[in-house]
């Protein structure tokens, strides 16, 4: 039995307790702190707060959203989005198309996603470790402020962290049973998350890689099993499908092939800047001062070649990858410094000073106790490569390319997952050790 159980004996003593260990359901007392959180966040604190900017629309989501539900779809925003994967702005327009134009309605939405994202984190923890550091996990990502930041505002990351926890908990399950229709499954929220923003495109080939690896190891232990090669394919080929409608849109608006949107050099060559003292030391505001500094870069790069920066997506992107291949030819050191220096960043550099050190100081928190879950993990031969991998292959692809705070929002929950059975490790070891005081007095 695991040292963290719920039994008469960890909650209380007498047949109540025992009553109350079995009846309590604790995915739905997560799901119900989360959403209670997340509502009382945008519709109640964040209206009296003036720690974070209150513009709720900064990359004009909401004007996409308003542009679908009128049936012009993206008129208006360029072939290729201006470097926008198009499913959050999708989501937007359905809201409105169904309910009218109502900003309050995507900010109730994004409550229900936060919640889901904590009963998957809770889930995750259960199934990995144990119920305890389940409910840990769980509870600490619905009070997580850094998170609950984004729920009034339209931004995609409460949607893509939904997205990216409920691909996580899909391949959990997928390591426990697999089958030909959990791979569709997957294969569609890992298209779903990739078509919200484009970064993790890779990464479920990466995770079944890992699986594949981890059956085989099992099997080198002794283990009776097969890796189930026909349920991986699946996933891909669900994936592709999901993703191919709006491959052949963009073909069609611009008669070459771009999988999901561009945008890569553009990111890479943002971060050269974000990642310059001032910035990074939050003694300029970067996502203003390096902002307009970058912007000003791509027009004279524009220039250069005798046009003007954004006046067609797809050649913008031609002359920043030709950039971003000098500067990875003939900088690379300027590069190896920037994706360094982005390691850090991911974790902290927000809009200001004391945005920063916010999450700067709960990202480290976090990492603390999830080292000591990881530990007590490896001594227990419990894997956390669930964990681990889509938070690592975060960190460094946006470290390589533009590596800002907000980015690490959709792999936090994964983080305290891990976090959770740190500190669920900790209370083990105090109760062992009161024991031991006990029995010697």
């Not at 085989?216 to 349920?231: E, L």
């Not at 480290?364 to 001594?379: D, H, N, S």
Request: aromatic letters at 14%.
């Amino acid at each position: 039995m695991s040292t963290s159980d719920l039994s008469p004996a960890a909650t209380g003593s007498g047949l109540f307790a025992a009553v109350r260990a079995r009846t309590v359901r604790w995915g739905w007392v997560v799901f119900g702190v989360g959403l209670s959180a997340a509502l009382f966040v945008a519709f109640v604190l964040f209206h009296f707060q003036g720690f974070i900017d209150k513009d709720i629309d900064p990359y004009g989501f909401g004007r996409m959203g308003e542009t679908v539900a009128s049936g012009h779809w993206f008129q208006g925003d360029g072939n290729l989005l201006h470097r926008k994967a198009p499913l959050y702005p999708l989501t937007i327009g359905l809201v409105y198309a169904v309910f009218g134009d109502h900003d309050r309605l995507i900010f109730l939405l994004h409550a229900f996603f936060f919640a889901g994202t904590c009963f998957l984190a809770f889930d995750i923890g259960r199934r990995l470790f144990n119920q305890r550091a389940g409910i840990i996990a769980g509870l600490m990502c619905a009070l997580d402020p850094v998170v609950l930041r984004y729920v009034p505002s339209l931004h995609l990351e409460i949607q893509f962290t939904f997205y990216m926890t409920l691909l996580v908990w899909l391949i959990v399950l997928f390591y426990e049973r697999p089958s030909v229709k959990l791979g569709v499954l997957t294969g569609v929220i890992a298209g779903a998350a990739s078509l919200t923003k484009s970064v993790p495109l890779l990464l479920p080939a990466l995770m079944m890689l890992a699986l594949v690896l981890s059956y085989r190891a099992r099997r080198r232990r002794g283990a009776s099993v097969a890796v189930p090669w026909k349920a991986i394919v699946t996933v891909f080929v669900a994936m592709g499908l999901t993703i191919a409608p709006w491959t052949i849109r963009n073909y069609h608006a611009t008669h070459h092939f771009v999988l999901i949107n561009t945008g890569t050099s553009d990111a890479f060559l943002r971060g050269f800047i974000f990642t310059q003292t001032p910035y990074i030391t939050l003694r300029k505001p970067p996502y203003t001062d390096a902002e307009n500094a970058s912007n000003a870069y791509f027009e004279s790069l524009a220039a250069k070649h005798g046009t003007v920066w954004e006046r067609d997506d797809y050649e913008t992107d031609k002359i920043l990858n030709q950039e971003m291949k000098r500067r990875l030819v003939h900088e690379p050191g300027a590069v190896a410094r920037k994706t360094a220096i982005g390691v850090a960043t991911f974790w902290y550099e927000m809009t200001d000073l004391k945005n920063s050190l916010v999450a700067g100081a709960l990202a480290l928190g976090a990492w603390c106790l999830a080292l000591v879950g990881w530990r007590q993990a490896r001594r227990e031969g419990k894997p956390t490569w669930f964990l681990f991998l889509p938070i690592l292959y975060f960190n460094l692809v946006l470290a390589f390319l533009l590596a800002l705070g907000r980015y690490s929002v959709p792999v936090m929950p994964l983080l305290l997952v891990m976090a959770g059975f740190g500190v669920d490790t900790l209370l083990t070891r105090r109760a062992s050790h009161n024991t031991r005081v006990e029995v010697a007095g």
